[in-house]
């Protein structure tokens, strides 16, 4: 049973919704003509009636015994915003032209993050697709779009999210996301939307008011959490799995990215993420398109990427953040709030090893033990990056790396994130080091609330011992501030930067170990008193070799203890003049020892003998 409107016939539309515990509801339609209709009882909860003569946009709102009118749960557009009226979209109008397209293999993504409503000037789908050769010429293969669930106001990260099958107004509703995910097919890059099951956002917010949505028995940081595993939990987790089947189905989007799953709380024997993997795997089968599912996760679990076989979730990818806590460390100094456990350069080449660092040793900063062993699972299990919206956005000041350490460390930086197997995620702007913040902002209606998420914004930040006062996160001029500077990529240092990205990615997709996250032959050595690190992978037709200098002093490198007598030639080194290095100091074809540059890297590629 399909939750929402659904288009049955020319002008003609299905309405379905689940409100178990109430004893009325009827269907007002309020444009073109207004009229109440009774819905009828359709079994378990739901309710359901079907209306002729009925447009594309036309308003409507459900009214609960007789009394509450709220907007549709599984409204698809809100034109007038999370208060008004749900609006009808007839879905089979699209004209599609991606029907040849086939998504990124999960072993060879290259993921691009970005923000709708900071990306570009406008903010819009429509503003994006103008940016898709951008994106396509940097080398990236696949968008990761934060949520666009409909939100209060204009802007917004997107999880305050109130409707789950809303696409924001403000960005261009669902036929300007339809453009975009078209487009980018049409270019090439899988489409990747960040979805958010673990909570919704505090106003407009009115799924309670149709049932047991929600629950007391759990907390999560950010309000009521979602009722997947009490009484009346089957439809909850039906709810969600259909928002899922609408984004595969209704909009081709290839791949959600699950926000904070360690909120999603569910004992029930197979929990939600589990029967979503299954879901999604059931789909892929039956439309012949590969739907991949990456987790958000604090837990370190290798669970979640683990086969359902095997007694896993059943998930693709988690996100690592011990990958960027370890390289942001090293390269920052920070060592406060959770960067406290970091800083060791065994913990990056952990990282790189096993996935997590963390994989049941003590930790300083949750003062317990963290995480399980992952070391089983191949690189794709993982999506590594330097920089995401959530490490740039909850810093206090919303700094990128560029403002946080040298043009020599952002080249090092990168290296370390796209030649190192797992799938690479480059958060925006991060290819040209722009030093324009991302900053945390809404536009809430209700004062109590602006001034709640004012103090929850300060009080985030104490464990991290950061002096200032955060911008105003209802003021515009904070999310104005927060905009991508389109100007940048073609001056100075940030076009160097652009163009050292756009290498390594060539460099990604020309050699076939590195185009891969797979750990096949990979051996990683940290060279503590050096601050030195080696990673070598293995080719098909040799093996390469990337060296990278933690320090910023120069580093003698030997080269006979790690690259066996063979035809080795350099193929890249950051110290070079071309990217503003201070000048190369490793020969191109290795002797028997160099010195390499502080905050370097460079490549060696050779066949043994």
């Keep these: 049973m399909i939750v929402g409107p659904r288009k049955t016939a020319e002008e003609t539309f299905e309405f379905t919704v689940w409100a178990p515990l109430d004893q009325k509801v009827d269907l007002e339609i309020l444009t073109p003509a207004p009229r109440l209709i009774a819905t009828e009882p359709a079994g378990w909860g739901y309710w359901r009636a079907e209306v002729a003569g009925l447009p594309p946009d036309t308003r409507y709102r459900y009214v609960l015994n007789g009394g509450l009118k709220r907007p549709d749960p599984a409204s698809h557009f809100q034109p007038e915003g999370v208060h008004g009226p ?15 397209f086939r998504a990124v293999p999960l072993t060879q993504l290259v993921i691009y993050e970005l923000h709708i409503g900071t990306f570009t000037p406008q903010g819009t789908f429509d503003a994006v697709i103008d940016k898709l050769d951008y994106l396509v010429d940097l080398g990236v293969n696949a968008v990761e779009i934060m949520p666009v669930a409909q939100f209060p106001g204009n802007r917004n990260w997107g999880y305050d999210g109130a409707y789950p099958f809303a696409v924001q107004n403000s960005y261009g509703g669902p036929e300007g996301l339809k453009r975009l995910v078209n487009v980018c097919h049409q270019c090439g890059l899988s489409v990747i939307l960040d979805v958010v099951y673990n909570h919704l956002g505090p106003e407009g917010n009115y799924l309670g008011d149709f049932g047991p949505y929600f629950t007391e028995k759990y907390q999560t940081p950010w309000g009521r959490a979602v009722n997947f595993d009490g009484p009346y939990s089957d439809g909850v987790r039906r709810y969600f799995l259909q928002n899922a089947w609408h984004w595969f189905h209704r909009y081709h989007i290839d791949g959600l990215r699950l926000d904070a799953t360690h909120a999603i709380f ?85 990282a790189i090893r096993n996935g997590f660092c963390y994989q049941g040793q003590y930790s300083k ?192 490198f030997e080269f006979g203890l790690f690259l066996p007598p063979g035809g080795w030639r350099k193929i890249l080194d950051s110290a070079e003049a071309v990217w503003l290095g201070p000048g190369p100091c490793l020969p191109e074809r290795p002797q028997k020892s160099g010195l390499l540059a502080g905050y370097s890297l460079a490549v060696y590629w050779g066949k043994e003998g």
């Design 86 to 100: 749900s609006a009808l979209v007839d879905h089979d109008s699209f004209p599609w032209t991606d029907h040849v």
């Design 266 to 350: 569910d004992q029930r024997p197979q929990h939600f993420l589990e029967e979503l993997a299954e879901f999604t795997e059931n789909y892929s089968r039956e439309n012949g398109r590969r739907i991949i599912l990456i987790a958000e996760s604090n837990l370190n679990d290798p669970g979640l990427a683990t086969p359902r076989t095997l007694g896993g979730m059943g998930l693709d990818s988690v996100w690592n953040d011990d990958f960027h806590h370890a390289v942001h460390t090293l390269l920052t100094g920070e060592n406060t709030g959770y960067y406290q456990d970091y800083g060791q350069l065994e913990h990056l080449a952990e």
């Design 365 to 556: 900063y949750r003062q317990r033990g963290h995480g399980r062993p992952s070391g089983h699972l191949p690189g794709c299990a993982f999506v590594n990056a330097v920089q995401t919206h959530d490490q740039v956005g909850n810093r206090r000041n919303g700094e990128h790396l560029t403002s946080l350490t040298s043009f020599e460390a952002l080249k090092l930086a990168a290296g370390l994130l796209l030649l190192t197997p797992a799938i690479p995620m480059i958060f925006m702007g991060e290819e040209y080091g722009e030093d324009n913040p991302f900053l945390y902002f809404v536009s809430h209606g209700d004062p109590d609330l602006i001034e709640a998420v004012r103090r929850g914004r300060q009080e985030e930040f104490k464990d991290f011992e950061w002096s200032n006062e955060p911008p105003d996160p209802q003021a515009e001029m904070t999310f104005r501030r927060s905009k991508l500077d389109w100007s940048k990529p073609t001056q100075g240092r940030h076009k160097v930067l652009l163009d050292f990205y756009k290498e390594l990615l060539y460099l990604r997709k020309r050699l076939g170990s590195l185009s891969r996250a797979d750990k096949t032959g990979l051996l990683v050595w940290p060279l503590p008193e050096k601050k030195v690190l080696v990673v070598r992978r293995r080719e098909e037709a040799g093996f390469i070799f990337g060296l990278f200098n933690l320090s910023q002093e120069l580093q003698e």
